[in-house]
T-cell receptor, first 114, second 111 residues
């Protein structure tokens, strides 16, 4: 079974803090993604990566950056957290072969910025 | 511009009856369409998918229908169970691009 894990289930930070959200997958997937989920807005893509050292902006990259130094790990960084970044953050991964259209999600990190 | 639309934010169905969740899309180049189910405080889980060259795919109680001429797909759940209560996301993909998600429909199955 594919396993996507996220470093924290719940996180509370203060405005202006630098926040790191870590995601690790164990299936050697090439592609990894960061989304945020907000009520009424669905899943919005922040950043994604097709392979190590690669990154692409999604639909809402402002205020975020990412790092992918190893294939299995994709980090989302909030350089200076703001209250409008309070949200559920979801990491996902998928392969580029076989059933490449299926994405597997982690359990999510509920981030609250005070 | 929203490429994948779920126009019903919520749906209530009685246990044992059919649940029909709808999804419309605008991009005729999508290759696959998927449905994900999400419980509160958990990540979405893959439910069922359909290739753009098919019009129906069935997996147990779940069936997805695709009408390419109308750019419409639907998920049927028969019979509906209380454990099916969740938010359902429709998604579409073209090639190796990221999945494009709808905003979700919250299904409540009433016992």
């Amino acid at each position: 079974d594919v396993k996507v894990t996220q470093s924290s289930r719940y996180l509370v930070k203060r405005t202006g803090e630098k926040v790191f959200l870590e995601c690790v997958q164990d299936m050697d997937h090439e592609n990894m993604f960061w989304y945020r989920q907000d009520p009424g807005l669905g899943l919005r893509l922040i950043y994604f990566s097709y392979d190590v050292k690669m990154k692409e902006k999604g639909d809402i990259p402002e205020g975020y950056s990412v790092s992918r130094e190893k294939k299995e790990r994709f980090s989302l960084i909030l350089e200076s957290a703001s209250t409008n970044q309070t949200s559920m953050y979801l990491c996902a991964s998928r392969t580029t072969s076989g059933r490449a259209h299926e994405q597997f999600f982690g359990p999510g990190t509920r981030l609250t910025v005070l | 511009d929203q490429q994948v639309k779920q126009n019903s934010p919520s749906l209530s169905v009685q246990e044992g009856r059919i649940s029909i969740l709808n999804c419309d899309y605008t991009n005729s180049m999508f290759d696959y369409f998927l449905w994900y189910k999400k419980y509160p405080a958990e990540g979405p889980t893959f439910l069922i998918s359909i290739s753009s060259i098919k019009d129906k795919n069935e997996d147990g109680r779940f069936t997805v229908f695709l009408n390419k001429s109308a750019k419409h797909l639907s998920l049927h759940i028969v019979p509906s169970q209380p454990g099916d209560s969740a938010v359902y996301f429709c998604a579409a993909i073209r090639g190796n691009t990221p999945l494009v998600f709808g905003k979700g429909t919250r299904l409540s199955v009433i016992a």
